[in-house]
């Protein structure tokens, strides 16, 4: 299984990026795939999810209203919109993967070992 980041890069406040995470080692049928980010000094934390059974999507506090996850099953690729950019939002932005049970109830729990396959990051540089 390998999960591969890209999109990432410096933008100014206000600025959008669109990052993708591109799946491949598994059927993007049974899926729970996150994003999370960790800025510099500071703990990683959840930014949002998608699962293959809903695919609404869940947000951190943070970023409603300014992010939108979304899926691309023929693409096997998880996208994070990414609008209204702060500085607050820079960091380096990971995806990772619960293919054995499949959920985005804790995603926002720093349960990191449960999702079992992770991306290797891509930098987000939000500047004013």
């Known amino acids: 299984v390998q999960l591969v980041e890209s999109g990432g890069g410096s933008v100014q406040v206000g600025g959008s990026l669109r990052l993708s995470c591109k799946t491949s080692g598994f059927t993007f049928v049974d899926y729970a795939v996150a994003w999370f980010r960790q800025a510099p000094g500071k703990e990683r934390e959840g930014v949002s999810c998608i699962t293959s059974s809903d695919t609404s999507g869940y947000y951190a506090d943070s970023v409603k209203g300014r992010f939108n996850i979304s899926s691309a099953n023929a693409k096997s690729t998880v996208y994070l919109q990414m609008n209204s950019l702060k500085p607050e939002d820079t960091a380096v932005y990971y995806c990772?993967?619960?293919?054995?049970?499949?959920?985005?109830?804790?995603?926002?729990?720093?349960?990191?070992?449960?999702?079992?396959?992770w991306g290797q990051g891509t930098q987000v540089t939000v500047s004013s």
């Open positions: 990772a993967a619960d293919l054995i049970y499949p959920s985005c109830t804790y995603f926002l729990e720093p349960d990191f070992e449960a999702w079992e396959h």
